[in-house]
C-alpha cells in the first residue's frame, strides 16, 4: 500500500472516529438534559406554573393591555439578507443531494443563532404601529410572484418574521421561503376516511416521490387507504419500469428518542403490528425510508402533511388513525409547494437514503397541474353550484350575500325530529331576512338561488328559538390579490397557470355524481375506486353522500359521519334547506395564485413555557390585533394563556371573535399542571372577564355535528370535531395543524400557511357553516359561557366550569391516552 493510500485511510477513520464521538456526546447530553428535565424542571414548573392565568382585569370597560415584553419590531438587516437571499436547504440539497438537511441547515443559518436576550414571547405582536416603509420591507422579505398581498397580511407577516431573529430555525423553514405565492384547487372539510380518499388518490398519481408526515400512525381503516394506495403505486411504477421514492415520518412515542429524536425506524417496527406499513420485499417498485422524530420530554412532532413529486401539498388536521373527528384539509399547488418541500427536508434532519428524486425540479417551474384542461371547470354550474347539487361554491356568485358568521341561537328539544320531507316547499314571503320553522336554520335568503334543479324539500326545525345574536354585517373587503375566477390574467399567470394536463372520469357523471342511474361506487379501505384528477374525487364522494333508495339527505349525513367508529348511531337534525347540503369535497374555482406564507414553530422540549417566539404563535396574536371587523376561530380545544387576553382585548375593542371549540376535547389532559384548563372553564372565565358590550362580541360555540341538534361531550366519541382554523377580516386564513392550546403554543412542532384571499375564505366559511350545525344549536349563553338545553340542562358527560380540587387526577389519565394514541391531538 502506498504511502498516500494509508494517509487517506488513516483520514478516513479519523474523521469516521470522530463523527462516533459526536454521536456519544450527543446521546449523553441527551441524556442528562432529560435527567434535568424530569427531576428539576417538571416539579418546578408543575409547582409554578398555574394552571389558567388570571384574566385582564377591566378598566372603564377596557381590557389592560400594559406590562407586555415585546420582541423585536422592525425587520433587521440581517434578517433580511435572509429572506432576500436566494440560498436554501432544498437549494443547497440541490447541489449536493447526499447533504444531510441539517448540515445543510447549520452551513446556512447555523452562525445566525444569537444568545436569548429574555424578550423571547410575542406579547407584543400587532401591538405596535406599523409605518409604510415597514410594510415595504416586509413585502420584499417574500416571494410573492404575480401577487400583492394586502395591507393585513403584511402586518401579520411582518410581525410573523420579526421572530426569526434570535433564530431562524424557529420558521421550520429557511428564511427565503417563508413567504410565497400559490392556489388552492380543494379543500375537504369532512371525516378522516375522505381526507386520505384524497391522499390515496394523490399516492397512485405519484411519478417520483411522495414525502409523507403525520403525527400519530396508527393500524387502521384510515391507514388502510395509505398502504393499499402504495401497493396500488407500487404496481403503476412496476408498469412504467421505474422505481419511486417514499419517505414517511411520524412520531409514535419511543425510548429510543432519549438517545436520538430523530431516528430511522427499522423494517421490523414499521411492518409490525402497531403501524402495518408493507414490507419492502411487497413492494418492490417503491425505495421507502420511515423516520420516528420527537423531541424529549413534550417536543411533539404535531405536524400532518404531504407532498407529492414537489407538484402538490396536503395540509391537514388529521392524523392517520380511526376517530369520529370532522377534520380540514386543502390541497396546494404552485410556489407554495417549493416551501412545504423545504420545511419537510428540514424536519426529516437526516440524511435522505435515497435522496428525492425532485431535488432539481423546484414547483415554481411546474405549473398548475389541477387547473389544466376543462375537468375543473366542469365542477361548476353557471350559477356558481357544485354541479349535481344545489349548492354554490363559487363565492365569487352567491346571489344573496348573507353576513358571514349570521347565527340565531336555537335550543335542541327534548325529543327533536326530522322533517317531514313529503311536505311541500318553504312558505313564502316578502321578508327575506325572516328565519322561521318553515324555512329551517337558516334564513330565507341563505336558501334563495334560481338554479334550476333545485328542490323545495323543507325542514320542520324543533327546536325553540331564544335570543339572536346577529354576526357582523356583510362588507365587500378592498383585497388587491383576489381575483374573480376567469378574470383575465397577465401572461406571466396565464403561463403559470396553463401547465400540466390530467384526465378523468365521464363528463356526465361529474356534472351529476348524485344521480341514480350515474352513481359512482364509493372508494373505500376494502373496494378502492381511484380517480384521475379532483373532479372525478368530487363527484365519487359527492355520490357518496347522497341518499340512497329510502333514505333522507340527513340520514345519507349521518351515514357520512359514522363511517368506521359509530355505525348505527342516529342522528336527530332536521332535513337542511336546499342549497345548504353537506359536501365533503369543496373544489375552487380556478384562480390566480394568491399570496401565501408558512407560519409554523419548531419544537420544545422542556416542561416549560419559555418556548413561544415563533412565526406561528405571533400570526395568531397579530391577527387578533390588527383585525378590524371578525375573527373566527375553530380549535378542539382553545386555553394557551397568550391567546386569551388577546381574545379579550379584541372584544373590548368592537371586534367579533368567533370561537368553535369541540366540548370535552381532551378534558383531561387539559386538566394537568401547566396546561391551560379544560374549554368549559375557559369559556366561562372569558364571559366573566368582559365588559357587558364586550360580551355581546365574543360569540362561543360547542361544535355541533351536521346530523345533531346538541353537542356531544368527547369522551363519547360520537361526533367530534378536530379543526384547526383562524380567519381575520374574511380574507386572512391560517390553516393547518396547530391547536389554540397549551401544547401548540409552548411545544409541538406545528405546520401553518397564511392565505390572503376573499373568494377562498369565503368559500370555507360557507363550507363550515354548510358541514356543521355549530352556529344553529351550539351557542353559549352570553351571561355565564355554559350551554344549557331548553330545560336547562347542561350537556351530558360536561365537567362543569368548576373541575374541581381534583382535577390534576384526571389529567393524569389523560396524559396517558395521549401517549397510547387515543387522546385527543
Known amino acids: 500500500m502506498s504511502f498516500a493510500s494509508s494517509n487517506a485511510l488513516d483520514s478516513v477513520a479519523c474523521r469516521t472516529e470522530d463523527a462516533a464521538n459526536q454521536v456519544t456526546q450527543k446521546t449523553l447530553q441527551n441524556l442528562v438534559d432529560i435527567v434535568y428535565q424530569l427531576v428539576f424542571i417538571l416539579p418546578y414548573s408543575a409547582l409554578t406554573i398555574p394552571r389558567s392565568l388570571p384574566l385582564l382585569r377591566r378598566s372603564s370597560g377596557v381590557a389592560d393591555m400594559t406590562n407586555h415584553k415585546e420582541v423585536s419590531d422592525h425587520i433587521s438587516d440581517q434578517l433580511y439578507q435572509l429572506c432576500t437571499s436566494s440560498e436554501s436547504v432544498s437549494a443547497l440539497l440541490a447541489k449536493d443531494p447526499t447533504l444531510a438537511p441539517a448540515d445543510a441547515w447549520n452551513q446556512l443559518y447555523g452562525h445566525h443563532v444569537t444568545k436569548s436576550t429574555g424578550a423571547n414571547r410575542v406579547d407584543g405582536a400587532g401591538q405596535s404601529s406599523l409605518s409604510e416603509s415597514d410594510l415595504r420591507r416586509a413585502a420584499e422579505c417574500g416571494k ?84 393499499d394506495a402504495i401497493q396500488q403505486l407500487n404496481r403503476r411504477a412496476g408498469a412504467r419500469g421505474e422505481k419511486v421514492v417514499l419517505k414517511v415520518i411520524y412520531d409514535r412515542g419511543s425510548p429510543k428518542q432519549l438517545f436520538e429524536p430523530h431516528y430511522t425506524v427499522a423494517e421490523k417496527e414499521y411492518t409490525g403490528k402497531n403501524v402495518k406499513l408493507p414490507h419492502p ?60 418541500y423545504d420545511m419537510a427536508l428540514i424536519s426529516w434532519h437526516k440524511n435522505l ?120 354585517e356583510g362588507q365587500t373587503t378592498n383585497h388587491r390579490s383576489s381575483q374573480t375566477p376567469n378574470q383575465a390574467a397577465d401572461q406571466q399567470t396565464e403561463d403559470f397557470l396553463n401547465e400540466g394536463q390530467q384526465t378523468g372520469i365521464s363528463q356526465c357523471q361529474v356534472q351529476e355524481p348524485s344521480s341514480n342511474h350515474l352513481a359512482l361506487p364509493e372508494h373505500s379501505a376494502d373496494d378502492p375506486h381511484y380517480d384521475d384528477d379532483i373532479a372525478g374525487e368530487v363527484a365519487r364522494v359527492q355520490s357518496a353522500v347522497s341518499p340512497k333508495p329510502g333514505e333522507t339527505r340527513m340520514q345519507a349525513v349521518t351515514r357520512l359521519l359514522n363511517h368506521t367508529a359509530n355505525k348505527g348511531f342516529t342522528g336527530d337534525a332536521p332535513q337542511c334547506p336546499p342549497g345548504e347540503e353537506m359536501t365533503p369535497y369543496i373544489p375552487h374555482p380556478a384562480h390566480e395564485p394568491v399570496p401565501m406564507a408558512l407560519v409554523n414553530r419548531n419544537p420544545y422540549g422542556p416542561p416549560t413555557h419559555k418556548s413561544v417566539s415563533n412565526p406561528q404563535n405571533a400570526a395568531w396574536l397579530s391577527a387578533l390585533r390588527n383585525a378590524k371587523k371578525n375573527v373566527f376561530i375553530q380549535s378542539p380545544t382553545l386555553n394557551a394563556e397568550p391567546l386569551i387576553p388577546a381574545i379579550i382585548e379584541a372584544c373590548e375593542r368592537g371586534v367579533d371573535v368567533y370561537c368553535y371549540v369541540c366540548l370535552g376535547y381532551n378534558d383531561a389532559g387539559e386538566l394537568l399542571p401547566m396546561q391551560g384548563g379544560h374549554n368549559e372553564m375557559v369559556a366561562h372565565n372569558l364571559y366573566k372577564s368582559l365588559s357587558a358590550s364586550g360580551r355581546q362580541r365574543l360569540h362561543y360555540f360547542w361544535y355541533v355535528a351536521k346530523d345533531q341538534t346538541k353537542p356531544i361531550h368527547q369522551k363519547f366519541k360520537k361526533r367530534s370535531c378536530h379543526v384547526k382554523l383562524m380567519i381575520v377580516d374574511e380574507h386572512i386564513g391560517i390553516q393547518g395543524n396547530g391547536n389554540q392550546d397549551t401544547q401548540s403554543w409552548f411545544h409541538s412542532q406545528e405546520i401553518n400557511v397564511m392565505i390572503d384571499s376573499a373568494s377562498i375564505c369565503r368559500a370555507w366559511i360557507d363550507g363550515l357553516r354548510r358541514n356543521q350545525n355549530t352556529h344553529i344549536y351550539g351557542a353559549l349563553s352570553k351571561e355565564d359561557g355554559i350551554w344549557r338545553d331548553q330545560d336547562g340542562h347542561e350537556p351530558e358527560g360536561a365537567i362543569g366550569a368548576d373541575p374541581g380540587r381534583f382535577a390534576w387526577a384526571k389529567g393524569v389519565v389523560g396524559a396517558i391516552k395521549r401517549v397510547q394514541g387515543t387522546g385527543g391531538f
Open 353 to 472: 437514503e435515497p435522496p428525492l428524486p425532485s431535488f432539481d425540479s423546484p414547483a415554481a417551474q411546474g405549473g398548475i397541474g389541477s387547473f389544466a384542461g376543462d375537468k375543473h371547470a366542469s365542477m361548476f354550474g353557471p350559477d356558481g353550484t357544485l354541479t349535481g347539487t344545489n349548492v354554490v361554491v363559487d363565492a365569487a356568485k352567491q346571489p344573496r350575500r348573507r353576513p358571514a358568521y349570521e347565527y340565531e341561537r336555537r335550543l335542541a328539544a327534548t325529543e327533536p325530529g326530522l322533517a317531514d320531507p313529503s311536505t311541500s316547499g318553504p312558505a313564502e314571503s316578502d321578508d327575506t331576512k325572516r328565519a322561521d320553522p318553515v324555512t329551517g336554520p337558516s334564513t330565507t335568503e341563505s336558501v334563495s338561488h334560481p338554479h334550476p334543479t333545485a328542490s323545495a324539500a323543507s325542514a320542520a326545525t324543533t327546536g325553540a328559538t331564544t335570543t339572536a345574536s346577529a354576526g357582523s
Open 144 to 227: 410573492w410572484g404575480p401577487t400583492e398581498p394586502s395591507e393585513l397580511f403584511l402586518q401579520i407577516y411582518h410581525d410573523a418574521l420579526c421572530t426569526l431573529e434570535e433564530n431562524p430555525l424557529h420558521a421550520v423553514v429557511s428564511p427565503s421561503l417563508m413567504g410565497s405565492c400559490g392556489v388552492v384547487p380543494l379543500t375537504v372539510i369532512s371525516v378522516i376516511p375522505d381526507i386520505v380518499r384524497h391522499m390515496s388518490n394523490c399516492i397512485v398519481r405519484a411519478e417520483r416521490e411522495v414525502f409523507l408526515a403525520t403525527n400519530y400512525w396508527q393500524d387502521s381503516v384510515a391507514s388502510k387507504f395509505i398502504t
Open 281 to 340: 420485499d411487497h413492494i418492490p417498485n417503491i425505495d421507502m425510508q420511515v423516520m420516528n422524530f420527537h423531541t424529549p420530554m413534550l417536543g411533539t412532532f404535531h405536524a400532518k402533511y404531504m407532498i407529492v413529486d414537489r407538484k402538490i401539498a396536503i395540509l391537514q388536521s388529521n392524523n392517520i388513525q380511526d376517530n369520529d373527528n370532522v377534520e380540514m384539509m386543502i390541497h396546494l399547488e404552485g410556489p407554495i409547494v417549493d416551501s412545504l
